[in-house]
């Protein structure tokens, strides 16, 4: 018997007429134990994320969650379907240009947004339990509002991040699956989930401070992280972005390996039971890098492109990360850094124009 | 005899390994008088600033203004290469999805901008006019350092704006023409410049505020603006945003038009002679709008769109703006706003998604 | 009550497994009177026909036509979505290049097509009319056969085209709706509707041959068209193509006056009443152009262009069509003929690469 | 000291005023020794030829063939250069659909081609050797003509081809290097090159017929292959479409094997000396297709796809090629064939719609 709901919310009507819908999975538990809301794809050519939620649907049939778990396998039917070529176009608004994971609400915007130091003075008197319902009830009240805006004052983008936020401000536990253009998997993860983050079992990691820069993850926390460090207690809830390697790849394989690790920190955050044979508990050695010294490098000419290092390896000072080709018959020109690094992304193909995202590199780390 | 230089500047390396360039036409005036900038084109397919710039080379070449004028006619050679079927895809990276108008240098950053404050409070005892030069060397000075970093640290939009900005950085009044959708010609101007902006004979005009989004006009205008506030006076410096009607058009004859009003604007500011027969000074009435009053609109569905008003009208509350057929045999959807509005922008093409920007309209105005 | 039934046809999962569908309206007839088959937006961004199909499902709703009628008016929904910018690519498969209307089915190819030379020698001694009946016999039965291939062995623009033309092969009037770059409005007719062709009211028309290019009209009239020469009869089917218009643009007021052509055309046919008052009865002259004489003139340089002429006036030999400034502050290039010319179709945008469909002119024509 | 000669031709002035340039190099070699031709990147993001050409630039810098070698690149630079998001659009036309190889100039056509059979008649007398001179200097002639043609009258697709077609007559080998999607190296050679093209050392190798279909190995070799069925003689021309493995890679290891493959051809040519060491004679044993047994298979439905067998391996009927997810929660579904097959090229995404080209199979072959 089916142990979840499977529901699709319409999102955008098409030129065509048609209405292109979002599926949501809902694995209902008990609702005094935290609860978790997983997504992926919001760039839409991020399919591993997709493959790894169809792995959990599967899971989660067998070995039902204890607390509640909203999986949302395909975020962001638009852009997924947006081909040039045989690649799928994704990342941004085709039409405007915006990112479209930079469209969530801020909770802690000046307009309309929460004031929490007000809210801490406020009920000062009240237990912190209370506090947290308050705020969840608040975000939940708030962003109902901005959903019930008439169409004519939201974008698509706007609209389908709001849709999402809805669903996400309930959970506990907050993962954004992804994917970026050649990349090892990392995770971005809140400072001040520096042991939790180990469970997810991805080793590269950086730490992103308590800053809104329109994401998904962060949408989420801010407004916990902030609150949390006014009371000065642990926070409660956790968001993270999941980045699972390259765009455009899909492997069933790998997904297995990416979803064992998502169930790992759900045991750990209590909305599973353990699973037997237990795996690896959680990440060995970490390499964790501030968002700060997580630095792009652009490609100072056009040409064509040969990494010479793999993503995930400590390349020292002045080694050759890139060689350029900037026409046959040329000599190439050698791309290095002054300071050791960690490739973790490279640029998708071979041909690049001047200053695009030739890598982004750990510039420094530290090993946890 | 040339009364101008023209040079050419590379700004990328192609994948081919070729490289564009822009051109750059400067018109060495007397450095005492007000120097212009003008440029056209940052987003590609705007090409009535091209032609009005077109314009102004042989204007100036008959009639030589006083002050330096520099003019760039095409800012922007990757964007106004890069088609899709017949079309440009002009506006953003295609790449990157990045506005190539929010890329400029923000002078008053707090990591490596002038603090404004300390400048005046340094110097207060100096008269006004060498805190002017004091700020105009910092800005370029600043702007140089930007300039030098290595390749590998500025990515293609942002080494052009700062490229361009460092030309814009030595004039008085900037001029930055661009095109929007389907539109009437606008302005966008400091608040400050309520007066000045009539020379520029664009009945439509939306007044901005003292705050940096990435654009060229406010890269240049805050900085100043601010010290002005400072220093109680009026700000010496202009820049404006100005949207040359419709992307993809381009008139030679429109162009006289456009360049008449920029050619006023420069002679109320001292760069050029008055020229004879006198044009009309100014524009004789302005529909002005603040920036948190223009509103968009965004289209409540998708399918073929109908626009019931023109440009430039004013559309009584509650009059349909648009009809919109979500499919042949379906009822009309009319689009209508619960207040009086005059639209500046409609979206250029009669099939949309839901969620685009059907409209930009006035939505609240004074008749100055 | 509703006298059409409304069904639709799924034609394409999609990467986000939702599924496209196509529209199809169908008015039963007396199945002894001519059939009519109307279609639009094969191209994607091609409006004006839909516009016209929304018009004559209302139409017919009041004034039921004799024959049947079967209206498609979003042929290709797939290629109606696909934005870049703000504008619609929808001439061609975005991954492959293809261009849509070249993909239908040849009934007379060597391999698995009709043998009209043997059909006419095997029945020679039937009636005219039961030949014909066996053709259209034939014609479906290999159009079904073809459509019941697995689906592996067809891409989406075949099985499309396929379906399409299905639903064509039973009617004996077939107009495909289309538009091209900025036009003014002109049909594709067989050289031997010569007649016909002024009921459409359309006063510009290109006379094609008995050739298969790929197109919906060939597809339909060659088998007849060969036939009916083999018999030394008139031609009992009629496919035309009509281009209403420009790309991208929509008006329901234009529709009205585009269906009544059509109309005009279907009461000729004998698929429909005489309507009253009754409309001119045909096109007073007609512009006649054959397929050899209709010009593509590419632009011989790359730049921005202004056009010096309109679409459907007579240009002497000489005269600049265009006006090419391939930068600011450069002569401009003259684009002139050494003979007369009608232009019909004109490039999109003003910016434009070297080589691009500039115009299509008739460069000889009669009128008729 | 440089032994080549390095020019560039230009091919397109871009809408911003600037003009692509291809680059050739040439090295002059004795008259009296059979010549070639090799270009590469006609698609534009077609790089490991371009990575090969670079090779043997510096590889013929060292070692000078003895025949004269012409050189070009990258034949497509405006190809190159047109990206959508990291990837290239390089396949077609991006305005207009077209295929850029396949519109080279069809040397038989009936309107202004070369008339073998009325050649071979008046000339009977003549010697075989003079034949081909004249062949020659027929095609050079009128490919001559073709390119005086007003630029008006040629798109630019057709004149880069005849362009580059016009460089290509000249030549006794033509090497045409290209890259699939995802894809083992194979080559498309004419029939009656069966032991020529061993030499190549590339093991997959589809033979096609004398059919002119646009693409320049075709339009090089249809005309002497037909002069020399008449003449029943050896063709002396061959011309060649090698896949170089995946668009959008580079990888300057792979291509000195790729370029020690084509030296290896050029020494059994007569070209180039042998060189030592001597290197493997040619390719032990050939997978040979016939161009009709080459089956594309199309997606038969959209959603996520992986692929489970790789290129270039044997894979009996029945076993699934790819399985595609439609949707997280469905079944998936296999694909596989009735037939044994060897996959050479995948679809480059495992994001797909319905009805795109999922492989491209060998459905039957031999080992040679
Ligand atoms: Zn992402
Ligand atoms: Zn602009
Ligand atoms: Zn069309
Ligand atoms: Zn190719």
Redesign the interface.
Known sequence: MKNYT?TTIPV???????I??I?V?RFEGDPSVPSAYIQSGMH??E?QG??V??FL??FFTDHPPKGTVT?V??AN??A????????????????????WNRLYWDALNNEDGIDIENLVKTIRSDAQNSIQKILRHELTRKLEQQLQK??????????LALTLQRMAVEADSVLDLHCA?HSVRHVYAPEYARQTVRYLNIPYVLFIPNLFAGAMDEAVFCPWWTLSQKLSVPCPVEAYTIELGNQ?????KDARGDAMGIINYLVHRGTCDPIKPKGRDSAESLFACRLQDYK???????????FSTVTGGIVPAQEPLA?I??????EKIS?A?PYDCIPIVQ????????????LKVFSKWEVM
């Open positions: 499977h955008r009507t098409l030129a065509s007429g048609q292109l819908n599926d999975f839409g050519a399919l997709t493959a939620i169809d649907i599967r999986l396998p395909a039917p638009y997924l379907n947006n081909k040039t070529g045989e690649y799928t176009q994704g990342r941004f608004d085709p039409t405007y240009g915006d990112n008439p169409l004519t004052e939201m974008g698509y983008g706007r609209k253009s455009e790849a899909y492997s069933a792009t490098i652009y490609s100072p000419t056009g040409g064509l492109c040969e060689v080709l900037t026409k046959a018959g040329n791309v850094l640029y998708s193909s071979a041909a690049l124009h001047q200053g695009v995202e030739l």
